[in-house]
């Protein structure tokens, strides 16, 4: 890997600093900035800037972004799932979202993820390292340019591979730089409840959307599919979230993977009413996507089941979403295209795949 200082690695601040030393006068600096505020992967496009003010950037910085492996063609709905090589080897994912009226695109926060929830690709997979901020810049400033959808209109959550709150430090220097075209709101963190994690992200003053992946209805069978919660216990974590200071009119989501005949009944849903009363949440149902590396009995539960179990919440006052796929859920999905590659090319020696094009039919319902 390269020695070169990516500049898409510096919180802003930074960034104006370490600029300010090599580049001059200031306004100079300032143009380097507004380029990065763009999202270039090249100082050849900055032409703004005289050739040898470019040349002496890059003898010390880079710009470089993730490369694009494969991206599937888009599904019915107009997703568009990346794979991305990083400088290391290392691939990971994102997703390009058009759903509805708000374009979202899902990011990776690490290059596997040591949770080990039993339900997950990525979990499965095991542990990988944390993306530097320039990793994950660089998927978003990728995607966005390739679909050109303007900046601003751009919606942002980690919902990729990894666990975001395990890899803080670089979040928030992620989220900082995002902030310059993007506002907190519409960025969202998803996790799998790491408690110091959540009381850091309470404290920053600029704060995304928190979502949370609270997958079952009692500590005992979250325990058997997300470990993490024998660290972190569910009275513990829900305890945090009613502490969590929410802007006005915002709530957090609570994410729930439906499992057939293990968390999708009547009961559950009551119980899982109950689990949030009082908080300021609406539920992201996500009937559990299968997949040939995941337990077999793991199985996603049938339309009717899932209205049962939506409707059930409904009744009990709890606002809620579902992801409803005839294909796959091409979000929740996220790490099974890296999964069929590392399987693949395990099963190979080494040799790397090809990704067939996936057809996924989708619709967002909400009520
Ligand atoms: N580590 C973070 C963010 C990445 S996982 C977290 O756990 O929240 C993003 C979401 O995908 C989580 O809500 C997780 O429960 C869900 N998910 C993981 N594997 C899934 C699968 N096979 N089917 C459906 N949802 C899944
Ligand atoms: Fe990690 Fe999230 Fe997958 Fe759990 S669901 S293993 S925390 S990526």
Known sequence: MSDLINLYDLAPAQLERTLGEVVSP????????????????????MTNLPKDVRSALAEKFTVAQPEVLTRTEPASDGSVKYLFRLADGNRIESVFMPIGDRTSICL????????????????????????????????????????????????VVFMGMGEPLL????????????????????????????????EELAKLDRRPNLAISVNAPDRKRREEIMPITAK??????????????????????????????????????????????????????????EDANLPQWMKRPSDREIDRFVDTLVRNGVRVTVRRS???DIAAACGQLRGKEVAKSRATGGRPLRTASESASEADWRR
Request: charged share 20%.
């Open 326 to 328: 005839k294909g796959r």
């Open 108 to 155: 990776s926060s690490q290059a596997g993820c040591a949770v080990g929830c039993t339900f997950c690709v990525t979990g499965f997979f095991g542990a990988g390292r944390n993306l530097t901020p320039a990793e994950m810049l660089g998927q978003f400033f990728t995607i966005q340019r390739e679909q050109q959808i303007p900046m601003e209109q751009m919606n």
């Open 232 to 289: 972190y216990p569910l009275e513990r974590l829900m305890a945090a979230l009613r502490r969590f200071p929410l802007e006005k009119g915002r709530d957090m989501t609570i994410e729930y993977v439906l499992l057939a005949g293990y968390n999708d009944s009547t009961q559950d849903a009551v119980a899982l009413a109950k689990l949030i009363r009082g908080l300021h949440a609406k539920v992201n149902a996500i009937p559990f996507n």
């Open 26 to 45: 200031a306004f100079r600096a300032k143009q380097v900035a507004e380029w990065l505020h763009r999202g270039v992967d090249s100082f050849d496009v």
């Open 167 to 198: 890899n803080f430090d670089n979040l928030v220097t992620t989220l900082d730089v995002l902030y310059t075209n993007i506002a907190p709101r519409r960025v969202t963190v998803s996790t799998s409840g790491i408690l110091p994690g959540i």
